[in-house]
């Protein structure tokens, strides 16, 4: 019998942003859910807010970004992320194993040519 290995995920999220409020909620509830319902939990969750995306998607401009991180069945992502791609107010998503939870956020300053 193989033994379950669960990993930490670092997970970047951005959802449409003409969303309300509620329905953002629900949309960031359905893939919370989604990690919860294949096993997994979750460490820490970063709203990032609302932003300007680097390029158009699907001919939007802004979205809200969440940044997750969560423990999960290695197995288990490839359902995640086929659930992913049939979720229509989730715009974009970047999933990548992390080697710790980050408590802060913390951006340097770009250097100026």
């Known amino acids: 019998m193989k033994k379950l290995r669960k990993h930490l995920y670092e997970g970047m999220y951005i959802l449409n942003a003409t969303l309300s409020d509620e329905s953002r909620k629900k949309a960031l509830d359905k893939i919370l859910n989604g990690i919860t319902e294949k096993g997994g939990e979750?460490?820490?969750?970063?709203?990032?807010?609302?932003?300007k995306l680097a390029y158009e998607i699907h001919g939007k401009r802004e979205g809200?970004?969440?940044?997750?991180?969560?423990?999960?069945?290695?197995?288990a992502m490839e359902e995640i992320w086929k659930e992913y791609h049939l979720h229509e107010d989730l715009l974009r998503?970047?999933?990548?194993r992390?080697?710790?939870?980050?408590e802060d956020l913390e951006f340097k300053p770009l250097k100026q040519a």
């Open 93 to 96: 998503f970047m999933t990548l």
């Open 98 to 102: 992390a080697d710790f939870v980050r």
């Open 64 to 75: 809200y970004y969440y940044l997750i991180y969560f423990t999960c069945p290695s197995l």
């Open 42 to 51: 979750i460490n820490k969750i970063h709203d990032q807010g609302r932003k």
